[in-house]
């Protein structure tokens, strides 16, 4: 087979409902680069929240922040960060209604309250070693490629009616993923094999969540998770086992990347 390009979310697609990367994922991550296979990951999260998982598989290709700071084999390629004047303004409407911002920059996220419950559950639901750091002004000298908004679902249609400049999706019961309006998975990905010059069909990704729901509907090959949410699964190509069904493994069968007896 001709090398190919594959792209696998993290949350509930790498790592399982335990955070954890399972066995069949890495044996069949390291079958894949023997056979000569690019592989990245796409992921909303900040680059620094996933470098033990970029070291463990010898991934260094990632599109992060969901496509808003995309890095080939360490460099970065291309960057898309916030509006400034358009977080302030957002910055200043969340305070009055009492919810929390974190500013996410590539090495650390910063929030602009000391602590709350919100962003406890949902940073601590990710189960990274790194917390935010208070500081409010952050995003006023500094550029933030992804901002979290943390508010309950009932709030958020606000949002979206008043800020146009940003899309709002929602990761977490307390958050949502702040992004510029129309950046997107997709949108790194087609940056990164254009750079590389790799051909549409020679494209392959792995997700599970709403925000991937670009990513599978821009990606030919494209191949939801048994555990994902209903919706991304209309969109894609193929579906494969829950990721603690080692959905990884029977995914890249099921596409023929990967032989039955081959990990």
């Known amino acids: 087979m001709n090398k190919q390009m594959i792209f696998f979310d993290i949350d509930g697609t790498l790592l399982n409902h335990e955070k954890k ?8 991550v390291t079958r894949l680069k023997e056979l000569g296979h690019e592989l990245a990951i796409a992921t909303g999260r900040a680059p620094f929240m996933f470098e033990n998982i970029r070291e463990e598989l010898g991934i260094h290709t990632y599109v992060s922040f969901n496509g808003q700071y995309v890095v080939y084999n360490g460099k970065p390629i291309f960057v898309n960060p916030l509006d400034q004047e358009a977080l302030h303004l ?15 920059h590539h090495n650390g996220m910063y929030a602009n309250v000391e602590r709350h419950t919100y962003i406890e559950q949902g940073i601590g639901s990710l189960k990274i070693a790194a917390e935010p750091i208070f500081d409010p002004l952050f995003y006023k000298n500094n550029p933030v490629y992804q ?6 679902e009932d709030n958020e249609d606000v949002y ?3 800020f146009s400049q940003f899309d709002f999706i929602r990761w977490h019961e307390f958050s949502m993923d702040v992004l510029p309006a129309g950046g997107s998975k997709a949108k790194g990905i087609e940056q990164l094999i254009k750079y590389l010059n790799i051909p549409m069909e020679s494209v392959y990704a792995f997700g599970d969540g709403l925000n991937d729901i670009e990513m599978l509907s821009f990606v030919k090959n494209s191949v939801a998770m048994g555990n994902a949410e ?8 193929y579906v494969t086992k829950d990721v603690n069904e ?3 493994l029977k995914g890249l069968q099921l596409v023929g990347l990967l032989e039955e007896e081959a990990v």
């Not at 209903?230 to 969109?235: D, I, L, N, R, T």
């Open 160 to 162: 979206r009616e008043k």
């Open 147 to 152: 901002s979290l908004l943390f508010c309950t």
């Open 230 to 237: 209903e919706e991304v699964k209309q969109v894609a190509k």
């Open 21 to 28: 990367l399972p066995e069949s994922t890495k044996k069949a």
């Open 246 to 248: 080692d959905g990884i």
């Open 90 to 104: 957002l910055t200043e409407f969340a305070k009055a209604e009492n919810n929390p911002m974190i500013y996410q």
